[in-house]
């Protein structure tokens, strides 16, 4: 797999790999916030993305409002996201096992304990990390929000 080759020799150049993980609907200053400071703790930002048919089963038949692709293309735009791979799971586990990142985050909305993935890189002596939440804002809240408005 072409993303496995480039992760790959960005380990060989030493660099450190983080790795985190979300639907990224409609993005926020929260999502921009947490995903600088995911790209702080390491070198290389990998980030999977949920497919369309995974949000469905996770968030219910009218998520999400933008497809696949196009929450790609928004997510690679962002300057400290060096990769997106979406992947079809309810959980990204398979995809953890692959990346074998050295640092795995998530939001503060998650403790270490309810990471998933989390005992696996932490088996390797991999960090496992959550980020604070600053902007009190989601998808969801955005989407209520305009919803009301109608
Ligand atoms: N306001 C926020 N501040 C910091 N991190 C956030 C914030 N909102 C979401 N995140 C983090 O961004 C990642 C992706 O989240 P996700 O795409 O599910 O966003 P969301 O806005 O919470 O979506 P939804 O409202 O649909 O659940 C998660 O790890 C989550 O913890
Ligand atoms: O940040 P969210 O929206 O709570 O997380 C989603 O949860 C999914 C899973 O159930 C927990 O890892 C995950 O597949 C998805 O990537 C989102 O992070």
Not at 25 to 44: M, N, P, R, T
Not at 54 to 80: F, T
Request: charged share 35%; glycine share 8%.
């Amino acid at each position: 797999m072409d993303y496995l080759r480039k992760i790959e020799n960005w380990k060989k150049e030493g660099k450190k790999i983080v790795f985190t993980n979300g639907c990224f609907d409609i993005i926020h200053a929260g999502h921009v916030d947490y995903l600088e400071k995911a790209k702080a703790l390491g070198d290389i930002l990998v980030v999977g993305l949920n497919s369309d048919s995974s949000i469905k089963r996770i968030k219910g038949k009218d998520r999400p409002i933008n497809p696949q692709e196009y929450r790609k293309k928004v997510l690679q735009a962002l300057k400290p996201v060096d990769l997106v791979i979406i992947f079809d799971e309810d959980t990204p586990e398979r995809l953890i096992k692959e990346v074998k990142p050295d640092i795995l985050v998530k939001g503060g909305d998650y403790t270490i304990n309810t990471i998933v993935g989390a005992d696996f890189v932490m088996s390797y002596g991999g960090k496992v990390k959550t980020i604070d939440f600053v902007y009190d804002i989601s998808t969801t809240k955005i989407l209520e929000k305009a919803r009301s408005k109608q």
